[in-house]
């Protein structure tokens, strides 16, 4: 009796799996990859899973790259970093139709997954989706849209799975210059991402870190290979145009920093030398400059010390950006000068001395359209530590 109940217990769990099977063996599981668009929260591409039924019943996209926009103090949580991203699911219908809106091409990797390994993916997606799971803490570098079905295929196809990385042309980029090349083209978002970023992603990014950038996942999933679960196969068995747009434009804006910049520093330029011809600080330029450079250095170490983004710490930005310099301004503002600012402005100049220091030992690669900021930042202090005694009663 027992023998016959364990062989009926051993036949309902090969029916079960057999049934399994079956079903996996309807589904069809691909990689979308969604072209950049015009706007900066489209700059980077998107990815995403589709999960078609061959039966026609459902075709379904899971999206990691979602986010409520009702969620309580969203604004706030999302410069703090405590912004928690979701997986959601629309049909592949109204996917399309959102791409073709916005005129982005998109592209379809068909995955050649074994019935075994689709079921899996499939329970994956479906015990991701619970409502107590589809939440993660969102990061642009490393837990992202991309980096979750990255992982999700690590996951399932386990040591199956070979990126090939080795067959990579060497190139190695920082994750800085990763970003520029989707940037570039909005030179005023290439320089805040610059001026929030710190010199932790400043190091070459590894072949499978890349591919938190879409393009680069889809690259990967090219070169990659299902191997040991019988014979070596690619893990696309097939790729598709599914929307086909032209490339977003990648000409720069010709209002941009590079000669705004240039601009601002031949002004300085040119006081600094009336006012030493006419022996006058014109100090009112100075009030306003360091005003600007001390709230943005209260942002940069705010994002570096008061937030949960690992991408803003260590941002050398803050040796020219200084948050000091805002009391400097209200210092400089003053009938009377205090004795301390003297010694103030010479520290702000080693410091920003310091942070041409840092750019050309490459610690940190600063904007390329900041060099005329530091230019006159070393300008103004030198001229105001020399001169300033001469123009402007000192008061203990």
């Known amino acids: ?22 079903k996996a063996q309807q589904y ?13 929260y ?17 075709d379904y996209v899971f999206n990691y790259g979602t986010f409520n926009f009702n969620t309580p103090n969203f604004y706030g949580k999302f410069a703090s970093g405590k912004l928690d991203y979701m ?23 068909v995955l050649d997954l074994s019935p075994e390994q689709t079921q899996y993916m499939l329970e994956f997606l479906e015990v991701n989706y619970m409502p107590d799971r589809r939440y993660y803490r969102y990061d642009f570098f490393f837990d992202n849209c991309a980096t979750r079905i990255r992982d999700a295929m690590d996951l399932v ?57 879409p393009d680069y996942m889809e690259q990967a999933f090219a070169r990659a290979e299902i191997q040991g679960d019988g014979p070596t196969r690619p893990l696309v068995r ?15 804006s010709s209002i941009n920093p590079y000669w705004i910049f240039w601009l601002i520093a031949i002004g300085f330029i040119a006081i600094t030398f009336i006012g030493f011809k006419k022996k006058k600080l014109f100090i009112g330029f100075d009030i306003a400059l360091f005003s600007i450079l001390g709230i943005l250095g209260i942002v940069i170490f705010l994002l570096w010390f008061a937030t949960d983004h ?16 805002l009391v400097l301004a209200i210092a400089l503002a003053k009938k009377n000068l205090k004795i301390w600012v003297r010694n ?53």
């Open 157 to 213: 196809l386990g040591d199956d799975l070979v990126w090939n990385d080795d067959q990579k042309v060497a190139d190695e980029k920082t994750f800085r210059n990763l970003i520029d090349e989707y940037v570039l083209r909005m030179p005023w978002a290439d320089l805040g991402i610059d001026l929030a970023l710190g010199a932790v992603i400043d190091r070459d990014a590894t072949p499978q870190e890349e591919q938190f950038l």
């Open 344 to 396: 103030y402005l010479l520290a702000a100049l080693i410091l920003a001395d310091a942070a041409v220091v840092f750019w050309i030992m490459g610690w940190e690669s600063f904007h390329p359209s900041l060099i005329p900021i530091f230019l006159v930042v070393i300008l103004r202090t030198n001229y105001l530590y020399y001169n300033i005694e001469k123009y402007k009663p000192i008061k203990a």
């Open 238 to 252: 097939e790729s598709t145009v599914i929307l086909d747009f032209p490339k977003p434009d990648n000409s720069m």
């Open 28 to 40: 069809r599981i691909s990689l979308l990859t969604c072209d950049p668009g015009d706007e900066l």
């Open 1 to 22: 009796m027992i023998r016959k109940k364990k062989v009926i217990g051993i036949l309902f769990v090969l029916l079960v799996s057999l049934v399994s099977i079956a």
């Open 87 to 109: 997986l959601s699911v629309s049909t592949y219908s109204d996917f399309l139709a959102a791409y073709h809106a916005e005129g982005r091409a998109v592209r379809e990797q």
């Open 310 to 325: 690992s991408a803003t710490k260590w941002n050398w930005n803050i040796l020219w950006a200084f948050p000091g310099h």
């Open 42 to 58: 489209m700059a980077f591409g998107h990815s995403a899973i589709r999960v078609l039924d061959k039966s026609k019943r459902t």
